[in-house]
T-cell receptor, first 113, second 113 residues
Framework: KAGVTQTPRYLIKTRGQQVTLSCSPI?????VSWYQQTPGQGLQFLFE???????NKGNFPGRFSGRQFSNSRSEMNVSTLELGDSALYLC????????????FGSGTQLSVL | EDQVTQSPEALRLQEGESSSLNCSYT??????LFWYRQDPGKGPEFLFT???AGEEKEKERLKATLTKKESFLHITAPKPEDSATYLC??????????????FGQGTELSVKP
């Protein structure tokens, strides 16, 4: 069974640009969560989607948004990038909504210059 | 405020030298506590779920335990392949936060042959 796939693996952007990250969950998993990982703050919850609806949102500004499609694939968008948005963005899928047993992808490493 | 603190930040062991990693948590109602392992360049990999004080889970050389305020990950006779960052996370019981995991900063374990 294929794992969680995130694309692209690496991304370099400049301040003020916007970026879209993609995530394909494990087949059959309907819940997708996004986390930001930085050396200083560790892993921080961004949002969770289930059945195309955002079920939960972390404490991030409105520049961070996401969506989920009918095939459970998800995208995350960050607008007006700031230097502090440089991080590893991890997508995780789970079989059930609000499950703590998550299956993570390898992440997208975003660098903002 | 919900919080997870892991100690030590880094741990160096010789192969076969058993030890324990600590995870202290503060949460207003615990839905579950989770241990993950993260290798460099990869997303976290699920290890254990613990739900109530006194519960224990084992997998190969790893054993996780839970009390009302902390969890321990015991590593018995570790091997070099156990080298990784071990992450602890809690899931709050509150309905509107159910899908969110709060992670600690992790313990970076290095096992030398």
């Amino acid at each position: 069974k294929a794992g969680v796939t995130q694309t692209p693996r690496y991304l370099i952007k400049t301040r003020g640009q916007q970026v879209t990250l993609s995530c394909s969950p494990i087949s059959g998993h309907r819940s997708v969560s996004w986390y930001q990982q930085t050396p200083g703050q560790g892993l921080q919850f961004l949002f969770e989607y289930f059945s195309e609806t955002q079920r939960n949102k972390g404490n991030f500004p409105g520049r961070f948004s996401g969506r989920q499609f009918s095939n459970s694939r998800s995208e995350m968008n960050v607008s007006t990038l700031e230097l502090g948005d440089s991080a590893l963005y991890l997508c995780a899928s789970s079989l059930l909504q609000m499950s703590g047993k998550l299956f993570f992808g390898s992440g997208t490493q975003l660098s903002v210059l | 405020e919900d919080q997870v603190t892991q100690s030590p930040e880094a741990l160096r062991l010789q192969e076969g030298e058993s030890s324990s990693l600590n995870c202290s948590y503060t949460v207003s109602g615990l839905r579950g506590l989770f241990w993950y392992r993260q290798d460099p360049g990869k997303g976290p990999e699920f290890l254990f779920t613990l739900y109530s004080a006194g519960e224990e889970k084992e997998k190969e050389r790893l054993k996780a335990t839970l009390t009302k305020k902390e969890s321990f990950l015991h590593i018995t006779a570790p091997k070099p392949e156990d080298s990784a960052t071990y992450l602890c996370a809690v899931q709050p019981l509150r309905d509107n936060q159910g899908g969110k995991l709060i992670f600690g900063q992790g313990t970076e374990l290095s096992v030398k042959p």
